[in-house]
């Protein structure tokens, strides 16, 4: 995509770092970002073994098992140059306000910029790098490394082989440390942040998940970016092993209704609904997921498109079998009745609606295995406008126990069967 910005991550797991971490920085960079091009975040995981499209993040695999900052190595390597340049970007740093201000900051993108060490004058570091393209200082890096880690740490190896065009400092004084030398400036911190600050820089301990006693730390942390109010209702009648997953998946700033009873599906979805607040509303399996971007890519899709309720990718999870995840990609992006009656491609775990829609109808509570099926059709019937998230919205869970499995498959057909009648 045109003037797209790519920022780049680094996860080796371990040392106090795990995917929640890529999380939190992605959630914020997507967050606080304000140009309508959203910027592409990539993250290269020693646990991937393939490249991978999230939607609100792509994960490539990290190829070495270096430890500590040499992972980063790979940054500088020649299969990275497809991706520059870009901003590298350390996990343990929190983005206060949009990145947007550092990339403004490049007002030569052949550059090298790294950070000049918070403790060492003119010492380079790592933890924050605009990496440039068809660089020869870049090149240079990955030609005078032997494949060989000498050392603790690969900030010192770059001090040796390569000169910054300019530190990160000289451009900007809004780049802070977590942990300056000064005990008064320290004081302050631990206080609450220098207006205009752009990023902290943890580096080491403590991590920031660590530093919740710290109110701007914890309210950090806390932080949602959903601007509309959204209603996820899951409605079940036992619990299954992940109801816990289930509601910890759902997002603060949403309200989660929680509706468990001994009627069927569509009865505890409906006996709610005069509960729900949201602008927009979706329900929620309890042994499914929603993933990180769901909730903001599916309002995304419903205001940009105009539409009233959309559906998108999922990705299906085996629980018993040991079959790899698939990611579930449906054959046609706004279907029609037609389409709905020679084939249910909508997958349910990813819809979301208008409020309006629920205002004009309810789930069919005589309906045990076609529910979602049957409610799709009335509302297209009705003339409502179907969108798509071509983006993974859910994660859906395969097991013994789904309604699919347990349900005999004539009782099931006989239903279908009865639903499509109804809008042949």
């Not at 490249?51 to 190829?63: H, V």
């Not at 190896?157 to 451009?171: A, I, S």
């Not at 979805?269 to 329900?283: E, H, M, P, R, S």
């Amino acid at each position: 995509m045109e003037n797209r910005r790519t920022i780049v991550l680094v996860l080796k797991n371990g040392k106090g770092f795990s995917f929640s971490d890529v999380q939190l920085i992605a959630k914020h960079i997507h967050g606080k970002w304000e140009s309508d091009i959203r910027p592409r975040i990539i993250c290269l995981w020693d646990q991937a073994s393939e490249k991978y499209d999230l939607g609100w993040i792509e994960i490539l695999p990290l190829r070495n098992k270096f430890p500590g900052t040499w992972t980063r190595i790979e940054l500088y390597s020649p299969a990275m140059e497809e991706y520059r340049p870009f901003l590298y970007v350390d996990l343990d740093t929190a983005i206060i306000e949009s990145l947007e201000r550092i990339f403004e900051l490049v007002t030569d993108p052949a550059m090298f910029i790294p950070l000049e060490d918070f403790y060492q004058k003119d010492k380079l570091a790592t933890g924050l790098a605009w990496i440039p393209a068809n660089s020869k200082k870049i090149s240079s890096i990955w030609k005078a490394w032997k494949g060989e880690v000498r050392g603790s740490r690969m900030d010192k190896y770059l001090r040796k082989v390569v000169e910054p065009d300019m530190f990160w400092q000289n451009l900007t004084s809004k780049i802070i440390s977590f942990k300056p030398k000064d005990a008064g400036t320290r004081a302050k911190l631990l206080e609450q942040l220098p207006k205009n600050t752009i990023m902290v820089c943890f580096h080491g301990k403590p991590r920031i998940p660590e530093a919740i006693n710290i109110k701007w730390v914890d309210d950090y942390i806390k932080q949602e970016f959903i601007k509309a109010k959204v209603t996820v209702i899951i409605p079940y009648n036992r619990d299954r092993g992940w109801l816990k997953e289930a509601v910890e998946s759902v997002p603060e700033g949403v309200q989660l209704l929680i509706s468990q009873g001994e009627g069927n599906w569509p009865e505890n979805f409906n006996k709610v609904l005069d509960q729900a607040t949201g602008d927009y509303i979706k329900w929620l399996h309890e042994d499914d997921m929603l993933t990180p971007n769901s909730i903001a890519d599916s309002i995304e899709a419903i205001e940009s498109q105009g539409v009233d309720f959309i559906h998108g990718e999922a990705v299906e999870i085996y629980m018993n079998s040991g079959r790899p995840t698939k990611r579930y990609k449906p054959a046609i992006e706004k279907p029609t009745v037609a389409d709905l009656l020679k084939r249910n491609i909508i997958h349910s775990a990813t819809l979301m609606y208008k409020r309006e829609v629920f205002e004009k109808f309810k789930m069919d509570e005589t309906l045990n295995t076609a529910e979602e099926f049957e409610f799709n059709l009335r509302c297209l019937k009705a003339g409502m406008k179907i969108g798509y998230c071509a983006k993974p919205l859910a994660f859906y869970r395969r097991h013994k126990e789904q309604k699919v499995r347990v349900v005999p498959v004539s009782e099931k057909n006989k239903e279908r069967e009865m639903v499509k009648s109804n809008y042949k």
